[in-house]
């Protein structure tokens, strides 16, 4: 098979990433576009290593459950599959990532939780160019309008097209912006990206964009961040029961993106922390360590190494220094130097490539009875839950979360108990 051949397929499943797998002369293709139970006319993109990457031209015979045509603006991957299919289709990614990649065969179906497909992300980054503001269509650098995957809130969209009127009077100054929003989006931020020895001084019309609460920029490769307006943060308030919490973050940081299932996703890793202490490593700005020290367990102690969520970690920790303590260095050098907290309870939170070596070995080394792995990326997950296995734990629990509706990313909490 060569790029441009056409071929007919039958869709059989999904898999990780969004694409369908489908068979060609006993060759795996990984179908854009298509649904399991699709008969497709599909052209080949590339060929790698005995796998075909191909994308549907047209569809023969489609399944129930579409609804639309597939959308390459970035986020809606999924779009053309009915949401409750959707919500199927991501269990069904996640059993086969455990079967295939970690060799654990699941025993019930995972659970996903739901959520609103309309204005959910209060957070996203844009890319800035020719005067407009948005997404990347998948695969390229080509811009396409973000009000268009309905991501955002119409008031967030409304913002960005203020600004694009007025990035469109300084070309070239701004390469890409963060937007940052809190979950009543009753504060919003931008942070502006800089193309490297731009002149802001242009800029300063954008501080009167009406929805705007504060703005910041910064130079690329520079970790000086200058606020410009307002606070150029936002304020995130939690209660459960008598305890309540704040935590305060800053564009830049890592913070989960949606709105509607954040506290979700809090309850189901509080729901999974054994009593006492907990070691919270990928802590962000401290979205599960607050919650812990603030619902009473202690010490905790919260590693990250990222700069501006280690900075807006040490703010959030203010009010509770007694029971928290957080560390700003990278997870690999705080394990390895032997001398960490012992907790009955390690959570670990990391980026798309799951934990590196050095990470997994100290986790292993911690020897914690509970680990509780929140992961974005189904397939590390997966390879590194299949390790701590091999390490003496067990998987127990297994749920997950559709934090970003239409795409193919699906946010799972595991549990392994030794």
């Not at 008031?155 to 070309?171: I, S």
Request: aromatic share 4%.
């Amino acid at each position: 098979m060569t790029p441009g051949e056409r071929l007919t397929l039958e869709i059989e499943r999904p898999v990780a990433g969004g694409r369908m797998l489908a068979r060609h002369e006993g060759a795996v293709v990984l179908v854009s576009g298509a649904l399991p139970g699709e008969v497709v006319d599909a052209r080949v993109e590339r060929v790698q290593r005995g796998t075909v990457w191909a994308a549907v031209v047209a569809v023969l015979e489609a399944s129930p459950d579409r609804v639309g045509t597939p959308n390459s603006c970035g986020g809606l991957v999924l779009a053309h599959a009915r949401y409750e299919r959707q919500l199927a289709l991501k269990a069904q990614i996640i059993e086969d990532a455990f079967r295939r990649i970690g060799r654990l065969p699941l025993d019930i179906p995972v659970p996903v939780s739901a959520s609103p497909v309309e204005g959910y992300r209060m957070r996203a980054r844009l890319h800035v160019s020719g005067g407009r503001i948005g997404f990347y269509h998948e695969g390229t650098h080509d811009i396409c309008d973000a009000s268009s995957t309905g991501q955002l809130l119409p008031a967030t969209c409304g913002v960005l097209a203020a600004a694009a009127e007025v990035l469109a009077g300084v070309p070239g100054v701004v390469e890409a912006l963060d937007v940052s929003e809190n979950r009543e989006a009753s504060q919003r931020v931008l942070h502006l990206e800089l193309a490297r020895d731009a002149d802001p001084s242009g800029l300063g019309r954008l501080a009167a964009v009406p929805g705007l609460s504060g703005m910041s920029l910064s130079h690329p490769g520079s970790p000086r961040v200058r606020v410009v307006s307002g606070e150029g943060r936002v304020d995130d308030r939690f209660a459960r029961g008598a305890a309540a919490w704040t935590l305060t973050r800053g564009p830049q940081a890592f913070f989960q993106g949606n709105r509607y299932l954040l506290d979700g996703v809090v309850d189901a890793v509080m729901g999974a922390l054994h009593g006492g202490a907990v070691l919270d490593l990928y802590a962000g700005v401290g979205l599960f360590s607050v919650a812990a020290a603030a619902l009473g367990h202690a010490p905790v102690v919260a590693v990250e190494g990222d700069v501006p969520s280690a900075r807006d970690l040490r703010r959030n920790v203010s009010d509770w220094r007694e029971q928290l303590e957080a560390r700003h260095e990278s997870v690999e050098d705080y394990l390895a130097r032997g001398r960490f907290l012992h907790a009955p309870t390690v959570v670990v939170d990391p980026p798309r490539t799951g934990l590196s070596r050095r990470a997994l070995d100290g986790v292993k080394a911690a020897s914690a009875p509970r680990v509780v792995y929140v992961s974005c990326d189904v397939a590390t997950l997966a390879r590194d839950t299949r390790a701590l296995v091999d390490a003496g734990y067990r998987l127990t629990g297994v749920q997950a979360f559709d934090l970003f509706p239409n795409t193919a990313h699906v946010e799972t909490v595991a549990v392994l108990d030794r």
